[in-house]
């Protein structure tokens, strides 16, 4: 197993704006010590329609945020570019604090510590939950390597601590097809934490969970936050509220209203474009 990757130093890649071409080089983002993620004037057109529209965007370091916005908001597209699918016309995306996402490729993204989840999950399911997270694990082998290979002692370690972590431990030895819907969207969850990953983009977690596990998926996002830095996309207010301290609403391409969810729900923008009132 590679050693753990370094910690992204967020709150001192501000002090590099002055290498020219390795960093935000803004004065706007002078005032935003201590983010991990750094979006600004992002603008992404499809065929005449813009699908973001001078999104600016901060997220900071083990922070858990969640980002709400009727369909068409632009929150698919934003993940999008975060994650290297789609090259936005203009603007900048910058992680870490030397790493200019606009610059790097899928892989090189998550491989500097960025993990998606989407939706639908996608796990082996003719496999061991165990085997899942054993086939995740962030290590410079194949499949077939990786189903024949000897586990180190630290490895079987971590994924047993994965296991405990996303309440799986029971199930280690159950094939991963057999799993609850929820128990799959945890076990995804836990497939991308073998990745050591620094940002976590996690869409609609609770889509189609019971309400047991829409309240130990709540308990779990909350967790992970503080280790790591945790982006929802969520249209579940009710769970939304559960998690969030800072919640950004997204309103044709741009950043509507961002505060806490009482500010937001308190904003007539906000009540009405999105929540109808």
Sequence with gaps: MNAPRTPVSAPTWWDEFTTAGSSPN???ARLHQGNILYIENVTVS???FRALNELTLYIETGELRCIIGPNGAGKSTMMDVITGKTRPDRGQAWFGSQLNLLKMSEPEIAEAGIGRKFQKPTVFE???VFTNLELAMRAPKGVWRSLVARLSGEARDRIEEILVLVGLAEQRDMRAGAL???QKQWLEIGMLLMQEPQLLLIDEPVAGMTHQETER???LLVALAGQRSV???EHDMEFVRSI???VTVLHEGSVLAEGSMAQVQDDPRVRQ???GA
């Design 231 to 233: 982006v929802v996309v």
């Design 126 to 128: 003719h496999l061991p």
């Design 244 to 246: 969030a301290k800072r």
């Design 180 to 182: 609850s819907h929820g």
């Design 217 to 219: 998926t709540a308990e």
């Design 273 to 275: 474009v999105y929540l």
């Design 26 to 28: 803004t004065a706007a």
């Design 46 to 48: 499809f065929d005449g």
